[in-house]
């Protein structure tokens, strides 16, 4: 295991989403709407690397993109998003990037 995910195993994936400061469906209205900003709609196939608590890939869900492979070192928070996304086509992949 990296230093990174043991990072997440032993301290941060417990705090990270009080600390991100922001309720959950919030975060997502926000990262949903600065993607829509960028132009990112579609369909199909999406991938978010190092997707945590879910903002980004459940904001992709939602703008149509099926299936969405979410990807994480850490099983903690892919259990969070587990409870964020019941009924969106989200895939998750517990994996760990190579640096
Ligand atoms: C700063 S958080 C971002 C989480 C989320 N995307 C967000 O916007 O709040 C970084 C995430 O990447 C994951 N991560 C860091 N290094 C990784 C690696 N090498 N392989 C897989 N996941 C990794 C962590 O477990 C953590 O969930």
């Known amino acids: ?57 459940v904001a992709l869900a939602r703008l149509g993109y099926a299936p969405v492979r979410a990807m994480d070192s850490s099983e903690a928070l892919l259990n969070e998003l587990a409870n964020n996304s019941k009924d969106l086509p989200i895939e998750r992949v517990h994996a760990t990037f190579a640096a």
């Open 1 to 57: 295991m990296s230093d990174v995910a043991k990072h997440y195993e032993n301290l941060l994936a417990r705090h990270y989403s009080w600390m991100v400061g922001t309720a959950f469906d919030a975060k997502v209205a926000e990262q949903q709407a600065l993607l829509e900003e960028l132009g990112v709609h579609g369909e199909g196939l999406a991938i978010d690397l190092g997707c945590g608590p879910g903002y980004q890939a």
